[in-house]
Each structure stands twice: as C-alpha cells, then as structure tokens.
C-alpha cells in the first residue's frame, strides 16, 4: 500500500491543492511494472546510437502516471505532447458518462502537480478531444504515441486514424485495453485497422498492443533477441493473417527504471527502542523478591555481603 507523504493545502479558489507524490508509486493509475519494462525497452532502443528521432505523444493521461514515464525518455530538441479532456467538458453524452464513471477524480491540476513532481517543466498540453491532435500536432513528427484515451469505439477509431497522421513511418504506437471485457469499442477498432494491413501487430502485453504504420519486422528482430536473455518474459510468437506477433507474458517481471521524484521525502530514522525496565537496573526485581519472601535477617545479611563486596 502506498502512502502520500505530503498534506495537502488549500488554495486561493478554496479547493484543496492536490497532494504532491514522494514516490511513483503514489501516482495513481494503471501502468503495470509489465509495460513499464517494455516502454523502457522501445523507448531505449529509440534513444540508441542509431535511434530515431522524433516527438513524443500520449492521448489520454488521466493523474500522470505513463506520461511521468514517458517524458523520462524525451530528448532535448524533441516534444512531448499530452492531450486530454481532464476536467473540462465531455462533447457527447456516452462521453460524459464514461467520464463520471471512470475518470470522476481527474482533474489539470493533479496532472500538473504530479508531473511536475517528477519533471521540472510539463509538456505540452492540449486540453479538448483528442479528436483535434491531428490539428495540433506536426504530421509525420512522433516516434512513440501511446492511446489510452476513450474506451468508446467512434473515438478510438479517430484516436487510430490520428496516430495514424502523426507518427513517423517507424514509429511505435501503443493500444490500452486493447483486449479489456469492459473495453469492446478498443478491440473492435483496434483489430479492424490491423484486419485491413493498414496497422502492424509488433507484440502484445496483457493490457496494451504494440504496432506501428511501418514494417514490423525490424522492431520484432531486435524484440526477440532481447527476449531470449530474460527469463521473467514468457514469449510465443503467433501467426494472424500470415504476419507475426510476438505474444508476451509476464513471469515475475521488476520494473528497474522506476521515475524518481524531484524532491523525495526526507528519510526517517527509526527511534531508539528503550530498554525494558529491568534490563536498565539489573537488581531492582531481585530485591523486591527477596524483601517479600526471604526473612528479615536473611535479607539483611544479603544486602550487608553486597555492599561489602561494591566496597
């Protein structure tokens, strides 16, 4: 269980501030040590020698949690961009719903604070649909988009045809609750654009699929190799329509690049833990026994030898 450290204050509007997190554990969200090693290894391999270039994006951020993690992985001259309705209104009815239902504690605010917890400037933020990031956003410009924005199927099918616009040929685009039994609309359009050969399957987690709009089979190369020096990854490789998808399954997985916070919360030492009472003064229940059961000038003749013996 993860405690926040910090109380919280009120502001100036009168709403109390959100609690500012010591760990990344105390952000709260959904990104599993599971795909936290995955990002780190797509995203790793990007930042190489050879990598490639490009912007960073996430539709749907809910308190921060991935994009946290992702803007740990931004180089300087690129941009990460996050958009997100956050606390401002839904455009549609089945929106507003799946909002109050899902989402009914997000808020800009929190984003910010625990962003900022962790990084010290935010990205960019969008704060609307994520229906215009095809507006906003450079075309062709991202090499790592991840989706985790509306369940609704209307929308993640824009949310794939935008990632489609934005992404660079190679680039990785990652698919929250891809396979969720709560999250039909996500499956549905998600294995549509894979059906039609447009979006390529590179591998699958329990929560998220990894594709890109490029060739799969550079990404799958190098995925493999990797795999077969970890033993805390199960992989098989399944055949769909005669292409390739490297199917993952978590043994025992550690995240080990974990985002640390900008200002940890001081360490405590424990207290001392006092000495039980008769340890401190070793002679004090030996005399009360005898003063109660020996005879009185037996305990004389006791106490008397003692002091003769300290003398």
């Known amino acids: 269980m993860s405690h926040v450290s910090q109380a919280s204050v009120t502001t100036t509007d009168g709403e109390p501030a959100p609690l500012v997190p010591t760990t990344y554990d105390e952000v709260k969200g959904w990104f599993s040590a599971y795909d936290q090693v ?80 962790f990084h010290e400037a935010l990205p960019t933020l969008i704060q609307a649909p994520t229906s215009v990031v095809a507006d906003e956003v450079k075309p062709a410009s991202c090499r790592f988009v991840h989706i985790d924005a509306s369940h609704l199927y209307e929308h993640v099918v824009t949310d794939i045809a935008s990632s489609r616009l934005v992404a660079a040929p190679d680039a990785v685009v990652v698919f929250d609750d891809y396979r969720s039994e709560h999250t039909p609309g996500v499956a549905a359009a998600v294995w549509a654009a894979v059906v039609t050969g447009e979006l390529h399957p590179i591998c699958t987690s329990a929560m998220k699929l990894y594709a890109t709009w490029g060739d799969p089979a550079p990404h799958q190369a190098a995925l493999l190799a990797w795999l077969e020096e970890r033993t805390d990854l199960r992989h098989d490789v399944d055949m769909i329509d005669g292409r390739p998808l490297v199917r993952l399954t978590d043994q025992g997985v550690v995240a080990s690049a974990s985002p640390q916070p900008l200002h940890p919360a001081p360490r405590v030492e424990p207290a001392p833990v006092p000495a039980p009472a008769a340890a401190r003064r070793p002679g004090v229940r030996w005399r009360k026994l005898a003063k109660d059961l020996l005879p009185p000038v037996v305990t004389r003749a006791i106490v008397a030898r003692n002091r003769r013996r300290r003398a």
């Open 38 to 117: 995955l990002f780190d290894w797509f995203l790793t391999r990007q930042n190489s020698g050879e990598g490639q270039l490009g912007d960073l994006l996430e539709l749907g951020a809910f308190m921060g949690k991935s994009a946290i993690f992702l803007g740990g992985y931004l180089r300087p001259g690129e941009e990460f961009t996050v958009c997100d309705l956050f606390d401002s209104p839904a455009t549609d009815d089945f929106n507003i719903a799946e909002n109050r239902e899902s989402y009914p504690t997000l808020t800009r605010r929190g984003f910010e604070t625990n962003y900022l917890a």
